[in-house]
């Protein structure tokens, strides 16, 4: 069956710096991959989209990268300030409504 | 806005006891899903529905059905609640094309005493 691993339950950095999210995954082959925030007691709110076909994309401070060799997704926030202080949650899709999700990662930036 | 209402934000029930919890968007979105994320195992699917009257079931569907008697409305059923049905409880809902975004709604947490 499929598994997806996303890094470090908790991630701590400063304000500032730059803040790198993985995704791996196995046993599987995306068409997509999406990106949501989590704030505690919230439900996700969608971040990013990136398709099989697409190396990089950006949204202000968000990067994404998808390499389907490697099997991995890298999540990037530039310049993190302590707003972006939430858990983070990549998921894979396919056609159809499956979507499957990692545990996601908790970010604390501090100030 | 955009919206996903989940009829409850806190439950608590006892065994054996027959729950009920609801969802509405106001999106016209055709496909409607219930997760249920619990710490360690993350996001999983329960049921998911394509159009009204229509459902699939998603990776964990025992113990639970669904109800979908309008667009809007997308019903989570636990027939006899356990314990190992406490959790966090996520609708949420997305237009019909592939690789669309899902709105979620706040959650439902529901404790089984």
């Known amino acids: 069956s499929q598994k997806i691993e996303q890094n470090s339950e908790a991630l701590n950095i400063q304000e500032g710096k730059t803040a790198t999210l993985t995704c791996n995954y ?16 919230r439900g996700p709110v ?17 990067k994404v990268t998808f390499d389907t060799t490697l ?35 908790s970010l604390t930036v501090i100030p | ?25 106001d999106m016209d979105h055709e496909n409607m899903f219930w ?17 009204v009257k229509m459902k699939e079931k998603g990776d964990i569907p025992e113990g639970y059905s669904v109800s979908r008697e309008k667009k809007e409305r997308f019903s989570l059923i636990l027939e006899s609640a356990s314990t190992n049905q406490t959790s966090m409880y996520l ?6 094309q592939v690789a669309g975004e899902l709105f979620f709604g706040e959650g439902s947490r529901l404790t089984v005493l």
């Open chain 2, 1 to 25: 806005d955009v919206k996903v209402t989940q009829s409850s934000r806190y439950l608590v029930k006892r065994t054996g006891e027959k729950v009920f919890l609801e969802c509405v968007q």
């Open chain 1, 71 to 105: 099997k991995q997704s890298l999540f990037h926030i530039t310049a993190s300030q302590p707003a972006d202080s939430a858990t983070y949650l990549c998921a894979l899709g396919r056609t159809g409504n499956q979507f499957y999700f990692g545990t996601g990662t």
């Open chain 2, 35 to 51: 997760y249920r994320q619990d710490p360690g195992l993350g996001l999983r699917l329960i049921y998911f529905s394509y159009d």
């Open chain 1, 46 to 62: 969608f971040l990013l989209l990136i398709r099989e076909n697409e190396k990089e994309k950006r949204k202000e401070r968000l």
């Open chain 1, 26 to 41: 196995t046993n599987y082959s995306p068409a997509y991959l999406q990106w949501y925030r989590q704030d505690p007691g």
């Open chain 2, 91 to 96: 609708c949420a809902s997305r237009m019909g």
